[in-house]
């Protein structure tokens, strides 16, 4: 994973797309020392999304299994841990 920073990122951006996008690397851009976005290729955001939809549906299937009758949208995503 690469880091930089958001003035060598606005200078170096059609690089950085390109090696997200090409060389399937990760690039940190960071503000004062902190990370405040990251570039990723579009099939890490593919892995990440399906990641996600299997952490949802693994939640909903556990809501139904626990619940003896109707769940409410708030009790199900009370459930989900919080990022």
Same mark, same amino acid.
Do not use: C
């Given at each position: 994973? @690469?880091? @930089? @920073? ?9 690089? &950085? ?8 690397? !990760? +690039? ?9 976005? %990251?570039? +990723?290729?579009?099939?890490? $955001?593919?892995? $990440?999304?399906?990641?996600?939809? *299997?952490?949802?549906? *693994? $939640? &909903?299937? !556990? =809501?139904? =299994?626990?619940?003896?009758?109707? %769940? @409410? =949208?708030?009790? $199900? &995503? ?6």
């Amino acid at each position: 994973m @690469t880091t @930089t @920073t958001v003035s060598k990122a606005r200078q170096h951006f059609p690089d &950085l797309l390109n090696r997200a996008s090409y060389g399937k690397e !990760r +690039i940190v851009i960071e503000k004062h020392g902190k990370p405040i976005a %990251v570039i +990723i290729s579009p099939e890490d $955001l593919q892995r $990440l999304e399906a990641f996600e939809d *299997a952490v949802d549906s *693994a $939640l &909903l299937k !556990r =809501a139904m =299994a626990q619940s003896t009758g109707f %769940v @409410t =949208a708030e009790e $199900l &995503l009370s459930m989900r841990p919080i990022d």
